[in-house]
C-alpha cells in the first residue's frame, strides 16, 4: 500500500497460505457449501426468474429510496418503534451507547449484525464500560479469540475443532482436549442460555426492513436474535439503509433465495418478523448511512448496495477460499466486501479489488445479480487513477506497457523469459517473485506461438 | 440540519432515475402444486422435524403422552390440552419465568411444502419467547392448510396487523463448529410436526 502500514491482502494471505494443510482444508469446505447451493438452486426452473425478480425489486428500491425510508419510518413510529438515524458509524454507536446509558445497565447481548462489525460497536462500548456478548455461536466463538469474523454466514470457517476445543477450556470451563462439536456446542448453550436470560438490552441485525409494514425480519438457524429479543426489555435492531424493501410480499422473493444462495438451506430455521414492541418493551431501530448514500450515487458500484449477505460470492470464490476472511482486513470479506470497503476507505482498501481473478463466479451465483467481477474490475481504474496502487504494481504496470507497444520488445521479451525459466529457472523461482510464492511457475514451452506459426505454416 | 434530513436529501441528490418495480405474481405460476403433503413432509424430515400424521386431537395427544413424561412443564396455547398442559397460568409469566418449560404446543394455519416452514403469530404463541425457549416445539397444523411457495404464503398471510410472526423449519441448529450439524442450538432441541388429516 503506497502510505498506510497496515498489511495489505497478499501479505496477509501469505500468512495464511503458510498453513498449506489448513488452505486445502477451507477451499474444500467452502466448495462443498458452493455445491450444496446447487444442488438447492437447480431444483427450480423459476431460479432465474427469481434472481432477476430479486435483483429489480432492489433496483427499483434504490431508485426511490428516500420515499420508502420514510414510508418505512413513519410505519415503524405507528408500530409503537423507536427509530434513529446515524449519518456514520460514530454516531450509530453513540446513540447505541445512549439508550444503554439511559437504562442504567453495564451489559448487552447482540446477535449477528455485520453493521455493528462494520462500526466497531463492539469496541467503542467495550472503552464505554459495556460489556457485549455476542450469541451467535460462531461469533461467540471469534469473539472469546479476540478475533473478527472470517465469513459472514460462516464466522468462525477459519478455526479447526481442536482449537476452538482449546478455547472452551479456557473460558468455559470445559475439560482439556475435548474439541466433539456435539459437546462444545452443548456446552455454548448453556453458557449463552445464562446470558439471554440476564440480559435486559438486546441487539440484533436486520436481514429485511419493510416499508409498507414498518417491520423488520432477522433470519437465524440458531434462534439466538429472538431468545435475546424476547427475553429483553429492550430491543435495539442497527439495519443499513439498503435493507429497505417495499412489501411484505417482497419477502417471499429474498427468504426463497437468501439462504439456498447461502449454505443450500430451504430456509432459515426462524424468519421472525418483528413489527411491534411486546407490551412493556421497548424497540429502537437505527438507520445508518456510514458511505453508502455516497455509494448510491457512484452509477459503476451502486448495484453493490442491493447485496442481502448472503456470503455465495464469498463461497465460490477461488482467491478467497484460498487466502481466508481475514487476509481481506474488511468487516466483509470475500469479492462483495472488495468492492464495498473501497467506498469507505479507497487508499486503506486499494488492494482489495486487485485480490481477485476477475473469473465471474461471484457474479453467477450472486442471488440478486450484482456484476461483482465487473464492479472489482472497474475500482481497479479507479485507484489506479487515484494514485493509490503500490509502487511495484505501478512499476510493472509500466514495464508492461512499454513491453506490449512494442512488437520488437516482446518478442526479445518472450525469447528471454524461456530461456530464463528453461536454463536458470532459480532466476524466478525464489522469493524475490511473490508469484512464486505457494506456487509452481509452469514450464516455458519451447517455442512460442509466433515462432510454431513461422516454422509450421509461414513457408507456404 | 438533522442526521435524518441530511441522509434523505444525499439519498435523493444520488439515487438513480425511478425504475420499474416487477411483479412477484409470474413466479407463483411455478409452483409445483402436486401432493403438497409429501413434498413438505420430505423437507421437515431432511430438516430434522419428526412428523405424525394425525387424525384429531386426541392422537396428538396420546402421542405427546407416549413421548414426555408427566412430570414435566408443558405449555399450549390450545385449550383442549388443559388435562396435559398448562393452557392459562403461563400468560402471567414473565417471559424469563419459562426458561424450565420442557415442551410448548401450538397451532398453526399455515406451512410452506417448498420449504417446511410453519408461519406462526403472535397470538398463536401465547408469549413470543415460547417457540424459542422451549426444550421441545409441537406444532399442530391441517393438512388442507400447506400452501405450495412462500409466494403463496404471503398471500394468504396478507398485511397481519399483529405485532410479531414467524416462519420455523425444524429445530435449531448450528454447523458453525467445522460444518458439522448440531441440533438444538439456543432455541428447542427437536420440532414435532402433527399434521392433521381428519375433516
Known amino acids: ?460 | 440540519m438533522s442526521t435524518r434530513g441530511g441522509i434523505l436529501s444525499a439519498i435523493r441528490a444520488n439515487q438513480p432515475e425511478l425504475t420499474v418495480l416487477p411483479d412477484v405474481e409470474p413466479l407463483k405460476a411455478y409452483a409445483n402444486k402436486e401432493n403438497l403433503l409429501a413434498q413438505f413432509t420430505t423437507i421437515a424430515t431432511n430438516i430434522g422435524a419428526k412428523i405424525y400424521e394425525a387424525k384429531n386431537l386426541a392422537e396428538v395427544k396420546s402421542v405427546i403422552q407416549n413421548n414426555f413424561g408427566a412430570d414435566v412443564k408443558i405449555i399450549s396455547t390450545i385449550s383442549e390440552l388443559s388435562d396435559i398442559a398448562d393452557t392459562k397460568e403461563y400468560l402471567n409469566d414473565l417471559p424469563v419465568q419459562l426458561a424450565d418449560v420442557e415442551l410448548t404446543i401450538l397451532q398453526s394455519d399455515l406451512a410452506v411444502a417448498e420449504n417446511s416452514a410453519i408461519w406462526i403469530t403472535e397470538d398463536q404463541m401465547g408469549q413470543r419467547v415460547l417457540p424459542f425457549i422451549t426444550q421441545h416445539l409441537a406444532i399442530i397444523v391441517n393438512a388442507k392448510n400447506i400452501v405450495a411457495t412462500m409466494h403463496d404464503a404471503y398471500s394468504s398471510i396478507g398485511i397481519t396487523t399483529q405485532g410479531f410472526g414467524a416462519f420455523i423449519a425444524g429445530p435449531s441448529k448450528t454447523a458453525d463448529i467445522e460444518q458439522s450439524l448440531v441440533i438444538g442450538a439456543h432455541g428447542p432441541r427437536s420440532m414435532s410436526l402433527f399434521l392433521l388429516t381428519g375433516d
Open chain 1, 1 to 460: 500500500m503506497s502510505t498506510t502500514s497496515t498489511k495489505d491482502h497478499a501479505e496477509l494471505a501469505g500468512q495464511f497460505n503458510a498453513d498449506e494443510q489448513r488452505v486445502d482444508w477451507h477451499d474444500e469446505t467452502l466448495w462443498w457449501i458452493r455445491q450444496k447451493r446447487d444442488k438447492a438452486v437447480n431444483q427450480f426452473p423459476e431460479w432465474e426468474l427469481l434472481r432477476e425478480t430479486g435483483s429489480k425489486i432492489k433496483e427499483h428500491t434504490l431508485s426511490n429510496l428516500g420515499n420508502y425510508l420514510e414510508a418505512f419510518e413513519a410505519n415503524a413510529l405507528a408500530n409503537g418503534i423507536t427509530v434513529h438515524w446515524a449519518a456514520d458509524a460514530k454516531e450509530h454507536n453513540q446513540i447505541v451507547h445512549g439508550i444503554i446509558k439511559k437504562h442504567g445497565v453495564n451489559r448487552m447481548v447482540k446477535s449477528k449484525s455485520m453493521l455493528t462489525e462494520e462500526c466497531h460497536l463492539n469496541e467503542y462500548l467495550a472503552e464505554n464500560g459495556i460489556e457485549v456478548i455476542d450469541s451467535d455461536l460462531g461469533e461467540r466463538i471469534v469473539q472469546l479469540a479476540k478475533e473478527p469474523p472470517s465469513h459472514i454466514v460462516l464466522p468462525c470457517i477459519h478455526k479447526k475443532k481442536e482449537e476452538i476445543g482449546d478455547l472452551f477450556h479456557e473460558h468455559l470451563g470445559t475439560p482439556a482436549g475435548v474439541s466433539d462439536p456435539q459437546i462444545l456446542a452443548e456446552t455454548a448453550r448453556q453458557h449463552l442460555r445464562e446470558v439471554f436470560l440476564t440480559r435486559k438490552i438486546a441487539l440484533t441485525g436486520v436481514n429485511f426492513a419493510v416499508a409498507e409494514t414498518g417491520e423488520f425480519v432477522v433470519c437465524t438457524n440458531e434462534g439466538n436474535a429472538d431468545m435475546g429479543a424476547h427475553l429483553s426489555e429492550v430491543h435495539i435492531a442497527s439495519m443499513g439503509i439498503e435493507k429497505i424493501i417495499p412489501k411484505r410480499e417482497h419477502l417471499g422473493v429474498f427468504l426463497r433465495l437468501l439462504t439456498r444462495s447461502a449454505t443450500g438451506q430451504p430456509i432459515t430455521t426462524y424468519s421472525s418478523h418483528y413489527k411491534k414492541p411486546r407490551p412493556g418493551q421497548e424497540m429502537h431501530i437505527v438507520i445508518v448511512d456510514n458511505g453508502r448514500s455516497v455509494q448510491l450515487g457512484r452509477k459503476d458500484f451502486r448495484n453493490s448496495l442491493k447485496c442481502i449477505r448472503c456470503g455465495a460470492c464469498m463461497n465460490t470464490c477461488p482467491v478467497y477460499r484460498r487466502s481466508g476472511g481475514h487476509s481481506y482486513h474488511n468487516a466483509i470479506s470475500g469479492p462483495i466486501g472488495s468492492i464495498l470497503a473501497p467506498n469507505l476507505d479507497m487508499e486503506k482498501y486499494a488492494d482489495l479489488p486487485f485480490a481477485s481473478t476477475l473469473c465471474g463466479s461471484c457474479s453467477n451465483v450472486c442471488p440478486v445479480k450484482i456484476d461483482i467481477h465487473d464492479q472489482l474490475y472497474k475500482w481497479r481504474q479507479v485507484i489506479v487513477k487515484a494514485g493509490y496502487t503500490t509502487k511495484t504494481k505501478s512499476a510493472g504496470m509500466k514495464l508492461m506497457q512499454w513491453t506490449l507497444s512494442s512488437p520488437g520488445i516482446y518478442h526479445a521479451a518472450g525469447k528471454a523469459g524461456r530461456m530464463v525459466m528453461k536454463y536458470a529457472p532459480f532466476a524466478v523461482n525464489n522469493a524475490l517473485n511473490p508469484w512464486y510464492k505457494q506456487r509452481d511457475m509452469p514450464k516455458p514451452p519451447a517455442q512460442s506461438f509466433d515462432e510454431w506459426y513461422k516454422k509450421n505454416r509461414g513457408k507456404k
